[in-house]
């Protein structure tokens, strides 16, 4: 069984472990995950960027029945973050030390595994963020 | 081996989690203790691909992020057979038109990349290049060696020399034989080997030629250096074979982490070398030998030239002092030991 | 062109082992037809959100009109998540509308139980970006924590007013004939039960759950006038929204469902609300402008919100307590409304009720439906 479809995966690797979204050639505004037309002002004229990887955890929850591609890795820990650029992104929170997690906390963005298809099948990597110290 | 190449930066990973070998020695023996401390473990979401990632990330930001045009990832745990783990790397990166491929020899494939990797700029053939060497070494149960099989990965990026360089590799030497020490073929989880067998006549026998070699292709001798870092299967070996080979402590000592971290298998040298690169002065020489089972030794001679304290950069020793100890219960589940 | 209700009629909420999703719409379907006696079922609408991922089932409308014998009639499947019933009575109230159609048969019916916890989740999950929020493992009840956690500390507002909700719904279960739970709980008995994704817990979580429920909108009359029916959308991944905590779908559906109707919000004698999470509850009232922001938790501990008060809501027990079949749950909503408004709400009866509301949400606020009914005097 396939955990994510895997050509899905490839097709969007670059959002999964560059973070890379989306400016408006007209007006500036940056959206992460990318878009096809500007939610602000509506140009389709719109370009790849990277967006920052360091922001600040707004929220978080711990999560102990995730759906079943990330069942074996229960609890998990996902956070509501703002990037350091305004964009506010949802993602796992790596090496999650509930002592260390608050609203304020700076977080830092890293590559780690989001799930694999069992021992023969492809291993899916993303982006979790961790508390820097 | 003559080369001409530099390290332009550097980076170590060592995940934040540890188990002591007293709690893996409860499990399994009932008391006592492996003959390091402790060992670092890799978290459930982390492989040798993320581990790549955070030190390579390390060692380009402190590079400048030059155009890379090779990167060979030399690893003993690559989460595919056949998919290097380099090519994935690279992707992630964003280097695209660059080799991308892994490398492998027990605990001294990274070791390989740098030689490999200092070749190619050596050579003219490229400018940049990224060498790594990463692991998350598979332990058996109630084997000695799930004492000291340990997860961590060492980034280094070399290009030509060019004054403002971290360091120089002036020159390398490489020894291989056929060893039967230790091994694992595709099909098994865990490598086997050949207990007692795997000290003199693999890890010193290897070691001292290379090493020797290095003095006799040189002309220099360990009084010349200010740092040795031998690769470290436990904390007495690299002790042993550094005092025969006419060492002191005081040189010894700075790159010595088995004790704390445990093997790190094909970053184990690399990331003695970073932390002692963190505290090397202008002028000083480090001699650096590994060690890779089947077998083989690799040993270079790096000259230090100079660094700009980067603001944000914390040093390694530092960065190891924050770490999470975690038991056996955890430590099966995360390592895949668990039958399911 | 006026549209009615001429009958409709609401499964018991439950776990059916033994009936399928073809057993669930003809049971319902069957009971909505019987009360209407000699009636042409012009077109038949299926709301659904899971079929295919939960039942392997595609094909609804027509698999609902040749099960209940109708060779030869327009049928089809709507889907807007968990606003997939409402969105089926929007599409039928339209139908009648256009003057094209007599009588429309809607049922909104899933079937959730055939799956274990893991797939339940995944199935939510799939009213939320599979690229890029699926992907991260952000579960539809985390995402509605992460919002609960944002709304207690906009508004500084702590979990156990919250927690108001759920017993609203419960008491109002307890004599609600085809409520899924009928047993009253208490604040302190929310607050202590397991936590599923801080901070919300178990008793404050819609259930999952199998059931149907069945309209019959026509031009003919019926008791039961539908004044307006609207839908609006947001943008669908919720951080990239500009402001997170601004039910933006349910604020415009409902504006223009009052603009339609031609009532004003105090004329509202019963609202059935999408309570999913309390925080989806409380958001949803600030929206619609019935509590002032970040004041719906305090509204409802006061008791503003309880049968017999000024604004009774769940009057059957809402999501959280008649439960949630989530493709389903606008046309229970509807049905409920049409028996308070049509005197046939028993025990459940909010007195003279003239005019109600139902508020049916998919995804975090990410399509809101809105209906105002009447009753035909």
Excluded at chain 2, 120 to 130: E, F, Q, R
Excluded at chain 2, 181 to 192: A, I, L, S, V
Aim: net charge neutral.
């Amino acid at each position: 069984m396939n955990k994510m479809i895997p050509i899905a995966y490839w097709r969007n690797r670059k959002v999964y472990t560059r973070m890379i979204g989306s400016k408006c050639k007209d007006c500036g505004a940056e959206f992460f995950p990318p878009v096809r037309v500007c939610k602000k002002c509506g140009s389709r004229n719109i370009e790849e960027k990277e967006m920052p990887r360091t922001g600040t955890l707004l929220a978080y929850t711990k999560l102990s029945e995730p759906a079943q591609e990330f069942k074996e890795y229960a609890p998990i820990y996902l956070g509501f973050i703002r990037l350091d650029n305004g964009v506010n992104v949802i993602s796992m929170i790596a090496d999650a030390d509930e002592e260390k997690l608050k609203s304020g906390s700076r977080v830092q963005a890293t590559v780690r595994k989001w799930t694999e298809d069992g021992k023969g099948g492809l291993i899916y990597y993303g982006y979790k963020f961790r508390v820097s110290d | 081996m003559n080369l001409n190449a530099a390290i332009l930066g550097y980076g170590a990973y060592v995940p934040i989690y540890r188990i002591r070998t007293e709690e893996i020695a409860r499990v399994w023996h009932g008391g006592g203790a492996g003959p390091n401390r402790m060992k670092a473990i890799a978290s459930f979401d982390e492989d040798i691909l993320t581990m790549s990632y955070e030190s390579a990330s390390q060692a380009l930001s402190m590079a400048g992020n030059p155009q890379i045009q090779a990167i060979l990832v030399g690893s003993e745990s690559k989460p595919y057979a056949v998919k290097p783990t380099g090519s994935i790397l690279s992707d992630i990166l964003g280097y695209n038109k660059t080799l991308g491929v892994d490398l492998e020899f027990a605990c001294k494939a990274g070791t390989e990349a740098m030689q490999l990797i200092s070749g190619m700029v050596s050579s003219g053939t490229i400018d940049y290049g990224l060498a790594i060497g990463a692991d998350t070494a598979q332990g058996r149960p109630a084997d000695e060696l799930e004492f000291t099989a340990g997860s961590g990965a060492a980034a280094i990026v070399i290009g030509r020399p060019n004054g403002k360089e971290i360091a120089r590799i002036n020159h390398s030497v490489s020894y291989v034989t056929d060893t039967p020490d230790f091994w694992r073929r595709p099909h098994d989880q865990y490598p086997m080997h050949l207990g007692r067998f795997t000290g003199e006549p693999a890890y010193f026998a290897h070691i001292t030629s290379s090493v020797k070699m290095l003095f006799s292709e040189t002309g220099m001798k360990p009084s010349d250096f200010k740092y040795a870092i031998f690769h470290q299967p436990n904390p007495r070996f690299p002790v042993e074979v550094g005092k025969r080979l006419g060492f002191t402590d005081e040189q010894l000592r700075p790159g010595l982490l088995n004790d704390d971290i445990g093997n790190t298998y094909s970053a184990n040298t690399l990331i003695s070398l970073a932390k002692v690169l963190d505290m090397a002065e202008t002028g000083d020489k480090i001699m650096l030998a590994s060690f890779g089972s089947g077998a083989g030794s690799d040993a270079f001679v790096i000259e230090v030239n100079s660094r700009d304290q980067d603001n944000g950069y914390v040093p390694f020793s530092e960065r190891l002092r924050n770490y999470r100890e975690v038991d056996y219960a955890t430590y099966a589940r995360w390592r895949g030991k668990i039958q399911k | 062109m006026s549209v009615f209700i001429r009958s409709a009629y609401a499964l018991p909420v439950s776990e059916y082992w033994t009936k399928s999703i073809v057993d669930l719409m003809v049971d319902a379907a069957n009971r909505a037809i019987d009360a209407v006696p000699g009636v042409k079922i012009d077109k038949v609408i299926v709301g659904n959100m899971m079929s295919g991922y939960a039942n392997h089932q595609e094909h609804l409308g027509a698999l609902l009109a040749s099960s209940l014998g109708m060779k030869g009639v327009e049928a089809i499947k709507v889907e807007a998540a968990c606003g997939s019933g409402g969105a089926a009575i929007h599409e039928g109230y339209l139908s009648i509308k256009s003057g094209e159609y007599e009588n429309v048969l809607v049922v909104g019916v899933e079937k959730m139980k055939d799956m274990d916890t893991p797939k339940t989740t995944k199935a939510l999950a799939m009213a939320e970006s599979s690229d890029f929020t699926q992907a991260v493992g952000a579960s539809f009840i985390s995402l509605n924590a992460l919002l609960m956690r944002l709304y207690m500390n906009s508004y500084n507002v702590d979990e156990e007013l919250m927690d108001y909700f759920p017993v609203i719904a419960h008491k109002n279960a307890v004599t609600s004939p085809h409520a899924q739970y009928r047993k009253a709980i208490t604040v302190d008995d929310v607050k202590r039960s397991p936590v599923i994704a801080d901070p919300i817990k178990l008793l404050s979580s819609a259930p999952s759950g199998d059931g149907a429920a069945a309209v019959i909108l026509s031009s003919k009359e019926g008791p039961v006038e539908v004044l307006a029916s609207e839908i609006a959308t947001n943008d669908l991944i919720v951080a990239q929204r500009e402001e997170p905590l601004r039910f933006l779908a349910t604020e415009i559906a409902f504006k223009k469902a009052i603009k339609k109707s031609g009532i004003s919000a105090s004329d509202i004698d019963f609202m059935e609300l999408h309570d999913a999470f309390p925080v989806v509850a409380s958001l949803g009232l600030e929206a619609m402008g019935i509590s002032k922001k970040g004041k719906a938790p305090q509204d409802a501990s006061n008791g503003r919100f309880n049968m017999g008060s000024e604004l009774p809501i769940l009057t059957f027990g809402g999501l959280k307590a008649r439960g949630h079949p989530v493709g389903a749950t606008g046309a229970y909503q509807v049905v409920e409304a049409f028996m308070q408004l049509a005197g046939t709400a028993g025990q459940n009866q909010v007195k003279g009720a003239k005019v109600g509301l139902t508020h049916n949400v998919g995804g975090v606020d990410t399509t809101a439906v809105i209906h105002i009914m009447r009753r035909v005097e």
